[in-house]
């Protein structure tokens, strides 16, 4: 296992040959008060665009969310793996691979709902085949909501929860990012790339342990432990790095 640092290598130089990974919120969008907030920059379908003919379409969002919310908030649809890799879309036209029926999920969002409609400060955020408790804009709450979510998973099976940035999920626990990204490097356009992937938050670390393995590149966004190796300090300068690979691929290709 890679050691966990606080900090990491300066950005690196683009290479033709990346297959990118890219996380999404903390990643391409700031982070926001709840997760209809949030705002993507008005050029990222632009930039998208670019790295996607810069690198032979191996381009692929990597998300917590479910791919349909991220088709709706980045305007482009790309391959790539939501609700932690539960779901898969291996082509920008494929069909999304649906999850397997997550038993249990429905019951942990019935027993938390109380909670939520006790406090509209609370968000229950219901995803396919996983469930999401968000206390970011009750931050003091978020003992309870743990205690809650504890409770309402027990007695389910094969589902555990995970920490994100100030939200508990519940989600099944055979996927991780690390399976997805697993999963799309051993298809075109991504097979026999380099895997580059970038995210900001705890539930990314599985993508960078693979990623690592795959002798790949690894980006952390923002503070925090994390065993990816390169840095950079904020979701702006990120955006800022992905348009100069956009640029430069586009010349040199
Ligand atoms: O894997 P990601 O694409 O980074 O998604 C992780 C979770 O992101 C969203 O929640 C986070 O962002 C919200 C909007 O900025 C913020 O309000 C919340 O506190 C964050 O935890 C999303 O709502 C979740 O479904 C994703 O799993």
């Given at each position: 296992m890679d050691s966990m640092k606080e900090d990491g290598l300066p950005l690196p130089a683009p290479q033709p040959g990346w297959a990118l990974f890219l996380d999404f919120d903390g990643t391409l969008t700031e982070l926001a008060p709840s997760p209809d907030a949030v705002v993507v920059d008005p050029a990222m379908p632009q930039v998208l665009a670019g790295l996607l003919e810069g690198l032979g379409g191996a381009v692929a969002v990597v998300s917590g969310r479910s791919l349909a919310e991220v088709d709706r908030l980045l305007g482009v649809v790309l391959p790539g793996a939501g609700v932690h890799g539960l779901e898969l879309r291996t082509h920008r036209d494929a069909e999304i691979r649906p999850p397997a029926e997550a038993e249990g999920i429905a019951v942990i969002a019935s027993v938390l709902t109380p909670l939520v409609e006790a406090d509209p400060r609370l968000i229950l955020e219901t995803k396919p085949g996983a469930v999401a408790?968000?206390?970011?804009?009750?931050?003091?709450?978020?003992?309870?909501?743990?205690?809650?979510?504890?409770?309402?998973?027990?007695?389910?099976?094969?589902?555990?929860?995970?920490?994100?940035?100030?939200?508990?999920?519940?989600?099944?626990?055979?996927?991780?990012?690390?399976?997805?990204?697993?999963?799309?490097?051993?298809?075109?356009?991504?097979?026999?790339?380099?895997?580059?992937?970038?995210?900001?938050?705890?539930?990314?670390?599985?993508?960078?342990?693979?990623?690592?393995?795959?002798?790949?590149?690894?980006?952390?966004?923002?503070?925090?432990?994390?065993?990816?190796?390169?840095?950079?300090?904020?979701?702006?300068?990120?955006?800022?790095?992905?348009?100069?690979?956009?640029?430069?691929?586009?010349?040199?290709?």
């Open positions: 408790l968000h206390y970011r804009r009750a931050p003091e709450r978020e003992k309870e909501c743990r205690a809650a979510m504890k409770a309402a998973v027990a007695g389910t099976t094969g589902i555990h929860v995970i920490d994100g940035k100030m939200v508990l999920e519940a989600k099944p626990d055979h996927v991780n990012k690390g399976y997805a990204i697993e999963n799309l490097m051993q298809v075109p356009p991504f097979a026999g790339r380099v895997p580059v992937f970038a995210g900001d938050d705890r539930t990314d670390e599985d993508g960078f342990g693979v990623v690592r393995a795959l002798k790949g590149v690894t980006i952390k966004i923002g503070p925090g432990l994390s065993r990816a190796e390169y840095r950079v300090a904020s979701v702006e300068a990120f955006i800022d790095w992905l348009k100069e690979v956009a640029s430069v691929l586009s010349d040199t290709g």
